[in-house]
């Protein structure tokens, strides 16, 4: 089960909640029937298959988790790639959105921001009823969940979820896991009217007063709970990027959203140039790749990618200059409106291009055409913003196109995987966020690539656990995409595919956390001493030693 759960309240003091399961070493008196874990198993097969929509199928698997984790994690460790759709994204999404109005009970920790005072005295009090402390957290505020934006109290579904996918994927002990949600009010009006919502209704906080009461959080968690890692999640761009710079070298924490992502698609862009470049008989070097959207996620991957032209010897400038960024006020310029008056975000700064001669070019067409990109990266959550003509133009300028379309979930990606394969008569190296089925395409059967976090994270955090970090360096963010790379069999090579298959997520975890591990230990970042001496090889199988299973 995850950590024993409780909301907070301005007064009193909450307490903990009972656990979310049931005492298992008491006997019933009465007769009971006596069944096997094979047959519970088989039992919430049959009846999450009778569920007609995805939503209901997530919430019957949320009331096992509470009721039953070990019955749920073996659900979906049996359907991994069945299920992982369901508990995390596209279904999350939904769930988010229709938080309240289906919410059954406390999922982890609802932390407000009336009570930032008391935050010490809060998890100090929540820690002492524990047998056993968390280690890894996921935080988020529910300002940006995916791409649906403010969703107040609701974000509590996402790390939710991640967490889900943390044991299932990563192996890490459910006991240990901790959701959070740090409730600042929300933006989203609509929300904030709905008689059914259960978080504060209030408009969001400022980033000055998000940050006092963040500040609160990360100094009240670390002492609550030592030795954990904590997740940022779905903070909304501004705040992600100030939070990521403020913490990251004071406390065990990453931002998946900035530094997972970027990840998991270096990764992904590792496997697409070479395969581009074998095609098209042209250095990695000249690699051009056109991004849109101008967000958290975008900066922080494209800040990841930099690191592709830097193993091929270039330098951070002219790196940086292979990278062309557009928001929805087209491409980000030095001489755009809002950079000359001051007033474009911080974070979008770095990538400003400084050589369009006083041009500026609105729509993603034109900066295809000025650019000739030979890659094209979409975290604008639009549905459909890589129409035909810039698909066909990209299929164009490049014998295989490397296209990823990376918005979660499906109904805001920029471009299906059908439509790709059609538009560039099947020449396209693809990825996306959300997960589309294998097509047969003029006889053969095309496997899309999924840039999912999903991939990586897990291996981040679980690698972070099993070292001891005292911070997570970029560098063991890079180590994580670089092991999942290698991480490929003949197989999966041979089949043309970007990244492993999913249901082998446990091995390439384990692949991960042993490559972040490796990379903290260089870094001098690492204190379990006992792992130093181990080669690669061990250093894997000692990972995969340290994965939790379900008992069902």
Request: glycine share 10%; with cysteine; charged share 20%.
């Amino acid at each position: 089960m995850f950590a024993k759960l409780f909301s907070t309240a301005p007064s009193p003091l909450p307490l903990p909640t009972p656990p979310l399961t049931p005492g298992k070493d008491i006997d019933l008196i009465a007769p009971h029937p006596r069944t096997t874990p094979d047959a519970d198993l088989q039992r919430f097969q049959h009846q999450l298959a009778l569920q007609p929509t995805p939503l209901l199928k997530h919430n019957l698997l949320a009331r096992t988790r509470q009721r039953n984790p070990d019955l749920f994690f073996a659900a979906i460790k049996a359907d991994l790639v069945g299920l992982a759709p369901i508990v995390y994204t596209p279904t999350v999404g939904e769930a988010c959105q229709k938080y309240s109005a289906m919410y059954h009970g406390p999922e982890g920790l609802y932390l407000s921001i009336d009570d930032a005072a008391r935050l010490p005295e809060i998890l100090a009090a929540y820690a002492r009823g524990l047998t056993v402390t968390p280690k890894i957290i996921v935080v988020t505020d529910g300002s940006r969940i995916l791409g649906l934006g403010d969703l107040g109290l609701g974000g509590m579904g996402i790390s939710v979820g991640k967490l889900n996918l943390y044991v299932a994927g990563g192996g890490i002990d459910p006991a240990v896991c901790l959701p959070v949600v740090l409730d600042m009010g929300t933006g989203n009006v609509h929300i904030r009217d709905d008689p059914l919502y259960i978080g504060l209704r209030r408009p969001r906080a400022s980033l000055d007063e998000a940050t006092a009461f963040v500040d609160a959080f990360m100094a009240a968690a670390a002492t609550a709970f030592p030795g954990c890692v904590i997740q940022h999640e779905d903070f909304y761009s501004e705040a992600a990027f100030a939070f990521l710079e403020r913490y990251q070298e004071k406390y065990r924490m990453f931002n998946d959203d900035i530094q997972g992502t970027g990840a998991v698609i270096l990764s992904g862009f590792l496997a697409a140039a070479k395969q581009a470049s074998e095609t098209a008989g042209k250095p990695l070097t000249d690699h051009r790749i056109v991004f849109l959207g101008g967000g958290s996620a975008a900066v922080g991957v494209a800040k990841e990618l930099m690191n592709f032209f830097t193993m091929q010897g270039l330098s951070e400038a002219d790196a940086r200059d292979r990278f062309w960024l557009i928001d929805t006020k087209g491409l980000i310029t030095a001489t755009r409106a809002d950079a000359v008056s001051g007033k474009i975000a911080q974070h979008k700064k770095y990538f400003m291009r400084t050589d369009t001669a006083g041009i500026e070019y609105g729509s993603l067409k034109e900066v295809v055409e000025f650019v000739k990109p030979t890659a094209l990266v979409g975290l604008s959550t639009t549905f459909g913003a890589f129409g035909e003509g810039v698909v066909r133009k990209m299929a164009q300028l490049n014998e295989a196109p490397i296209i990823f379309p990376l918005s979660n979930p499906t109904s805001k990606c920029e471009l299906s995987f059908g439509d790709a394969l059609n538009w560039t008569e099947g020449r396209v190296l693809f990825a996306s966020g959300s997960p589309y089925d294998p097509i047969t395409y003029e006889g053969r059967r095309r496997e899309p690539g999924q840039g999912n976090n999903f991939l990586v994270f897990p291996g981040i955090g679980f690698g972070a656990l099993q070292a001891g970090v005292t911070t997570v360096t970029d560098a063991m963010i890079t180590a994580a995409a670089i092991a999942l790379s290698e991480s490929l069999t003949k197989d999966e090579k041979a089949a043309g595919l970007l990244y492993p298959r999913l249901e082998r997520i446990r091995d390439v975890s384990a692949e991960v956390a042993a490559g972040v591990v490796r990379q903290a230990q260089k870094d001098g970042v690492d204190t379990a001493a006992h792992l130093r001496h181990l080669e690669d090889k061990a250093l894997v199988e000692a990972m995969k030693a340290a994965q939790w299973n379900p008992r069902a």
